[in-house]
DNA sequence: AACTTTTTTAATCATTTGATTAAATTATTA
DNA sequence: TAATAATTTAATCAAATGATTAAAAAAGTT
């Protein structure tokens, strides 16, 4: 009868219920400004089972956090990881996939960027020590490309702010952008698939210009 | 005896102090996670003098707001807007001038982009619909440029969230970016100020690249 | 069907929180 | 100095909020 048929909820458990409503009320305004009755309401529940199914708000948040984490971050590891590809193939192919799950989720790099910097600790670990897969790697081909002549020497900040700032700002940015420039929703989104391709030529032209 | 030492609050009045103590914790956490007793234990006052002199949370935090949105903007409109400079000379200002104050303030883009994005109203007379002064004849000079044989087109978001990316994401993705590279924040903030330098050359090498 | 376990509900608790009030204190004016 | 106004304080209020409880309903088991 009703399979998948695209936006609404059905055929969820009551725990994947309060989990999506405090999925997408969490992701959108953070922890305080959430009320429980508001995750209730979301999710046509009744208020306790959100304590019967996760025992506290912070528990239940702390679970949407580090689902949010690993999609932000953990996008980059998977399919950059393994390849032997060229540092601008790797670019490219990044560039792609985050656009992809930014176009997707856009409130989550705001979120995640506050959570962050209210508790830079909580992530450490989730970055295990400073070491996210793929991009230590591309920081290591990077580096490697220094020495050769190829191109000139950048600082891995330099490189990561770079290419981050130019793939996830506009994302954060968004409705600033918009209303500065007037270009409407549709325009904007068609104009992010456009970066996926001009990014990378202009990371590339960043690296062989200094 | 105690002229401006420094850091110190002295020689503030009453209104002063919880103003000055407000703008710290909502910049930092935002309206729904300050609670007006922290307001008022930070800035060592009464809980009923923020009421007194503000009317309410909400009243104060509006001011607050408002400050902290004129800080971000017009920073642009001030020096950027008179003279008769070239594209890259505005671009060159801009950056050195928006660098300084985002070392001074580094709070204040995540404050800014999160209201944005829970209020996109509340901001639109702030920039009188779309058009925040420096800005608007920036990218109309961008427009110009885009028509001589000079610089190749390039549509003004790109050139935008190209700018305000470079710029403005290190600061606000600062922890994380210290956290990937192991740079520590002394480091760090040097290489914001190589940044005033980078920045201009970088988007000149995007702009006569595509 | 009888019984047990799991899930759901409505009502309620204890704290927190924004705000107010009336009295006390300090500053200002006559 | 006396009177008046402005500021500050402690106490308190009412609403909001996270959480719990006991009973009801539903689902599962024997």
Redesign the pocket.
């Known amino acids: 009868m009703n399979q998948p048929t695209g936006q609404e909820d059905k055929v969820l458990?009551?725990?994947e219920k309060i989990k999506e409503a405090a999925r997408k009320l969490f992701t959108q305004k953070g922890f305080?400004a959430?009320?429980?009755?508001?995750?209730a309401d979301e999710a046509g529940?009744?208020?306790?089972?959100?304590?019967?199914?996760f025992?506290?708000?912070?528990?239940?948040f702390d679970i949407i956090m580090l689902e949010n984490f690993r999609k932000f971050l953990h996008i980059v590891s998977g399919r950059v990881l393994d390849d032997s590809l060229t540092l601008e193939e790797k670019i490219a192919l990044l560039v792609d996939i985050e656009i992809d799950m930014l176009t997707q989720n856009p409130d989550l790099p705001l979120f995640v960027l506050n959570e962050i910097r209210v508790n830079p600790n909580k992530i450490a670990m989730e970055m295990h020590s400073g070491d996210v897969p793929g991009v230590s790697r591309l920081l290591a081909q990077l580096i490697s490309a220094n020495g050769s002549g190829e191109a000139p020497q950048m600082q891995p900040l330099h490189f990561l702010a770079n290419l981050i700032g130019l793939t996830v700002f506009p994302f954060v940015g968004r409705p600033m952008l918009q209303k500065i420039t007037g270009v409407d929703e549709d325009a904007f989104y068609k104009m992010m698939q456009e970066r996926k391709k001009l990014i990378p030529i202009w990371i590339k032209a960043i690296l062989n210009c200094s």
């Open positions: 458990s009551t725990e305080a959430v009320r429980t009755r508001d995750i529940i009744n208020l306790a089972l959100l304590n019967y199914y025992r506290s708000k912070q528990k239940l």
